[in-house]
C-alpha cells in the first residue's frame, strides 16, 4: 500500500498550490481519500476528504470556499486544489485513505502517506 504526496512548497498569502495524492496497493474505488494537516506544535487535523465510489465530500470550516478536492478515477489519484492561501495554512499535509467514510478524523485513517510541506509567507 502506498500514498504518494506530492506538490507542497512555498507560496505567497494569496497563492496557490495543488497537491497531488497518488494511491496503489489497494482498491481505490473502495475508500474516502484525502487530507490531514499538521502545523508547528499543533495537533494534526482533518482538511478535506472525497467518497471515491460516491464523490460525497468533506471539508473542514477553515479551508471551505477556498480549497478544492477531486479524484481522477483512472489515475488513482487524488487532488486539493488550494486558493487564496494564509500564513495559518504553513503544515505538512498528509495524505491519508479510510475504507469506511462517516468521517475524517484519525482513528477512522486505514493508510497514511509522507507528509509534503506546505508554507505560506505573509
Known amino acids: 500500500v502506498q500514498l504518494q504526496a506530492s506538490g507542497g512548497g512555498l507560496v505567497q498569502a494569496g497563492g496557490s498550490l495543488r497537491l497531488s495524492c497518488v494511491a496503489s496497493?489497494?482498491?481505490?474505488?473502495?475508500?474516502?481519500i484525502g487530507w490531514f494537516r499538521q502545523a508547528p506544535g499543533k495537533e494534526r487535523e482533518g482538511v478535506s476528504c472525497?467518497?471515491?465510489?460516491?464523490?460525497?465530500?468533506y471539508y473542514a470550516d477553515s479551508v471551505k470556499g477556498r480549497f478544492t478536492i477531486s479524484s481522477d478515477n483512472a489515475k488513482n489519484t487524488v487532488y486539493l486544489q488550494m486558493n487564496s492561501l494564509k500564513p495559518e495554512d504553513t503544515a505538512v499535509y498528509y495524505c491519508?485513505?479510510?475504507?469506511?467514510?462517516?468521517?475524517?478524523?484519525?482513528?477512522?485513517?486505514?493508510?497514511w502517506g509522507k507528509g509534503t510541506q506546505v508554507t505560506v509567507s505573509s
Open positions: 491519508a485513505a479510510a475504507l469506511l467514510f462517516s468521517s475524517w478524523r484519525e482513528v477512522d485513517i486505514d493508510y
Open positions: 496497493g489497494f482498491t481505490f474505488d473502495d475508500y474516502a
Open positions: 472525497i467518497s471515491i465510489i460516491s464523490g460525497s465530500t
